[in-house]
């Protein structure tokens, strides 16, 4: 894995944060911008509107107060108060009618016959009254305060009413109409009127009643009108030429003394002149203008919202009112409140990023000590724990992981601990076979050393066997008599004895067999040789008391040797053909020189020697007579119980048989033949027992 | 004895020696030649402990033991000895006369208890 390509968890949560951030911030500002352009417009529209009602209702007042004026001089002259014959008389009339109307600058009448009587209002505030006299001449007087008329103030000749304006257009509409606007001389100033024709009782038509207005009243009230910082407002005639204006300029210019009229493509307003090129444009032909318009333009990059809207009477008026607003008038505030949207959208943002990056720190911090806390744990530091914290998922996964971390300790611990009792229960192990082995290894050495022993004792008891036996030479020595011996030791039994002893004519021939082996049956065996040869010695004859003597001797000593050994032991006593046999052994043959063989039981001549303290009682005695040729065989029971390979025993009858065949033979000889017949018997059979025979042949 | 004891057997590759509590008898088989009094006091042992637990009549059979050497005899023969000190305990031993040993040897066992019961059949 490669971590630079793995997203970190901090980037992961405060990323999208800040983006989402952004956005929402964003968005709310757009749109707040957005709501405050559309306010704006909708604000300029409506304060548009409203100035274009207010400059509608203003101009309504303004054309109607002619009419007014014209409809009660009207009304005067069919009441008679007034006389179309005695012009100069309505005067006073006139008079009183201008302190009323004080929108109008002149009232006149105009009489088809030429005849004009009128009231002009002044500049200067100041009214005259202008009549044409019988020549036809205009003439002027001053007016006093109470309305009557003045001094003379000045004439002009050759004045007919039927050649104006005022009095052409609405005789030939028959019907009350408005001039054009026409431009005044003196006072410099453009000004429209408003006749209407009259007629007598009996429809006649008597001239044109007729009142003026000066337009630069109009221009005036459009100054006083409050249009957003900036605003600007025009009134036109479709032909393009200004009527009246909110601006400083005056909708006129003086050439040669003459006011002239001014084109609003014209105008020195800038404003003016740009609104009227956009108007133009936009619309081709400002006649097709019916209804109220509001549109927006850009000058020089500013926004401006601009209305235009017809204003007509139905006498003859028809203008346009245009009002024009720069955006930048209300987006002052708007941009201030943008501004206001910014800042605190930015400062929304800052305190937003910031406490997103906390918040990811403050989620992130625990999870990152987590991650390392788990890491070091992989790593085999188990000694972890992260504390507590105040989220409570990030809390319970904390806890969490301390407890898994305890547990791990703990059952590292535990681990630990088992392993080290298993150590110290395989070092104790291992130093109770270490003492084992030490223990059966001194066992084998002394076991080794036992062997040893035994073999030294059964050495020892060998060569006492050995050393006892009596020599070739001694059984020759022995007078009458034919004696071979033969013994031979097993590999491990053994303790068998003979011993044949002559004194005064008497051969004692003695053979026995001692229960075991080693150091202890040598002794015994030697024991016994000495109590056989000492008695012999002492010529004691009496078999019982020989045997006993013996008896108690071997006992005694066995029983202070503390062993357990006994033996079978037979005593022969020869003397002049006679022999005596007592003990309890094998049985005894008795062979005749013929070869038969007579087996003497000797169950009943004695008892084991050794065993028992006082076997007196059982001891006995039998004589047997020998004649020449006849003679004795003794034997251990080596011999009749030597096994062959199949544990078969050879048997007292073979040896009997072997014995009977042979006994025309020396003793040397008939020992030979039965050695080797037993020899023959047992073949690679283990020899078990010690093999003694004995041969004694009367010669 | 509520508990019986179980059968107690003594064996090796030649011979069984083996005890059942029932009748108190203890069968001897086999060929028993064993190297010494060391080698047969296992076997010494199961008959004193039979011997110490006083039974009214105990039986040595041998008729089954075709062999036993002097060494084995003399084992017997200690054995019958040290029973003439424990009166009550009636000793029978059963022999064969097929078995050329035990014709003789028997008798001294007799010899040494009187009141051992032999029976050679």
């Known amino acids: 894995m490669n971590p630079s390509k793995n997203i970190s968890l901090r980037l992961l949560l405060i990323l999208p944060f800040i983006l989402q951030i952004f956005g929402a911030v964003g968005l709310v500002g757009y749109l707040s911008f957005q709501n405050g352009q559309k306010a704006v417009e909708e604000l300029a529209n409506q304060l548009m509107l409203e100035v274009g009602e207010r400059i509608s209702e203003r101009l309504n007042l303004y054309l109607e107060t002619p009419h007014l004026v014209n409809q009660l001089n009207e009304d005067a002259i069919d009441l008679g108060q007034l006389d179309l014959e005695d012009l100069p008389s309505m005067e006073p009339h006139f008079w009183r009618q201008s302190q009323v109307f004080n929108l109008i600058s002149y009232i006149q009448f105009g009489s088809n016959r030429g005849e004009f009587v009128g009231l002009a209002v002044n500049d200067d505030g100041t009214f005259a009254y202008q009549v044409t006299d019988f020549t036809g001449a205009l003439q002027t007087y001053a007016i006093d305060e109470q309305g009557r008329r003045g001094k003379f103030l000045q004439t002009s000749p050759n004045f007919d009413p039927r050649r104006r304006p005022w009095y052409i257009v609405p005789q030939q509409a028959d019907r009350p109409a408005w001039t054009p606007i026409y431009a005044w001389v003196n006072p410099p100033t453009l000004a429209i009127t408003l006749g209407q024709p009259y007629y007598d009782k009996t429809g006649k038509f008597q001239g044109i009643l007729a009142t003026d207005l000066t337009i630069a009243q109009i221009s005036d009230f459009l100054r006083s009108l409050k249009i957003g910082k900036s605003g600007k407002t025009f009134i036109l005639e479709r032909s393009g030429l200004l009527i009246a204006t909110s601006s400083t300029e005056s909708p006129f210019i003086i050439k040669n003394k003459t006011p002239e009229r001014l084109a609003a493509s014209e105008s020195r307003d800038m404003m003016t002149r740009s609104t009227f090129k956009y108007l133009t444009d936009y619309f081709e032909n400002l006649a097709s203008i019916n209804s109220r318009q509001q549109l927006s333009f850009t000058i020089a990059g500013q926004r401006q919202f601009v209305q235009v809207m017809s204003i007509n009477d139905r006498r003859g008026v028809d203008w346009l009112s245009v009002v024009v607003v720069p955006e930048s008038d209300f987006m002052e505030q708007i941009d201030a409140n943008t501004q206001t949207t910014i800042l605190l959208c930015l400062a929304a943002l800052g305190i937003a990023t910031i406490l997103g990056i906390f918040t990811a720190h403050w989620i992130t911090k625990p999870v990152l000590r987590l991650s390392q806390a788990s890491e070091a744990i992989a790593a085999g530091k188990l000694e972890q724990n992260v504390g507590k914290y105040r989220v409570n998922e990030i809390d319970i996964l904390a806890q969490s992981f301390n407890r898994m971390a305890q547990q791990l300790r703990e059952s590292f611990a535990k681990l630990a601990k088992t392993t080290e009792q298993l150590e110290i229960r395989v070092k104790e192990r291992t130093a109770q076979l270490a003492a084992a082995n030490a223990e059966i290894t001194q066992l084998n050495e002394k076991l080794q050393t036992e062997n040893l022993r035994l073999g030294a004792e059964l050495d020892v008891a060998r060569q006492i066997q050995q050393m006892i036996l009596p020599k070739p030479e001694e059984l020759e020595d022995i007078e009458g008599l034919d004696i071979a011996g033969f013994m031979e030791p097993a590999d491990e039994m053994g303790g068998d004895y003979y011993d044949v002893l002559q004194i005064d004519g008497i051969v004692t021939l003695g053979i026995g067999d001692v229960t075991g082996h080693g150091l202890e049956s040598g002794l015994l065996m030697l024991m016994t040789q000495t109590a056989v040869r000492t008695l012999q010695q002492i010529r004691e004859q009496d078999p019982v008391r020989f045997l006993d003597t013996l008896n108690r001797t071997i006992y005694h000593n066995v029983q202070r040797m503390n062993s357990d050994k006994n033996l079978t032991l037979a005593i022969l006593n020869y003397s002049e053909g006679r022999v005596s046999i007592s003990g309890q052994h094998e049985e005894t043959l008795v062979v005749r020189a013929g070869g038969h063989i007579e087996r003497i039981d000797t169950m009943d001549l004695g008892l084991p020697i050794g065993l028992d303290d006082d076997i007196a009682d059982f001891i006995d005695h039998t004589i047997v007579e020998l004649h020449p040729g006849d003679g004795v065989v003794v034997y251990t029971d080596g011999i009749p119980e030597a096994f062959d390979l199949e544990k078969k025993q050879y048997g007292l009858d073979r040896l009997c048989k072997i014995i009977s065949q042979n006994w025309q033979h020396n003793a040397q000889e008939i020992k030979q033949a039965v050695i080797d017949d037993l020899r023959a018997f047992i073949g690679k059979q283990k020899v078990f027992d010690d093999i003694t025979l004995v041969i004694l042949k009367q010669q | ?121």
Not at chain 2, 70 to 92: A, P, T, Y
Not at chain 2, 103 to 118: A, E, H, R, T, Y
């Open chain 2, 1 to 121: 004895m509520l508990t019986r004891m179980a059968i107690e057997e003594i064996k090796d590759k030649d011979y069984t020696v083996q005890y059942d509590p029932e009748s108190s008898t203890v069968d001897f088989i086999g060929l028993l030649s064993l190297g010494g009094t060391k080698e047969y006091a296992p076997i010494a042992d199961l008959l004193n402990k039979i011997a110490a637990s006083k039974p009214d009549q105990m039986t040595l059979n041998l008729r089954k033991l075709e062999f036993l050497n002097s060494s084995g005899i003399s084992m017997l023969s200690k054995f019958v000895l040290g029973l003439r000190k424990k009166k009550g305990i009636q000793l029978v031993v059963l022999g064969s006369n097929e078995i050329p040993w035990q014709g003789k040897s028997l008798k001294n066992l007799q010899k040494f208890l009187p009141s051992l019961k032999l029976e050679i059949e």
